[in-house]
């Protein structure tokens, strides 16, 4: 029986898919619109973030701040710091 917690987490994973496929197509329209892409781009990365958290059974706060989530989340996975400044960028959107 898979963990609630886990099922959770890959629900958040499968919307930030859903993100990604919606930004990608969108970039191929000729003459698509750029603000969408970006929206959902930085849609995937937080709920990607969630996912970890939820999977590790960290409680975040209700937020679409990516650095909110990403301070979270850098002790499970350290090198996430790396990301630090394309989170900054894309929580401006």
Sequence with gaps: MIDPQIAFARQW?????HDI???????SLENGP???????AQQAVEKSLKALLTANAIIFPRTHDLITL????IDLLPTLETHRET???????
């Design 21 to 27: 496929i919606t930004a990608r197509q969108t970039l």
């Design 70 to 73: 990403l301070d979270l989340s």
């Design 34 to 40: 750029t603000d969408t892409p970006c929206f959902h």
């Design 13 to 17: 994973l499968k919307k930030a898919d």
């Design 87 to 93: 989170c900054a960028e894309l929580s401006a959107y």
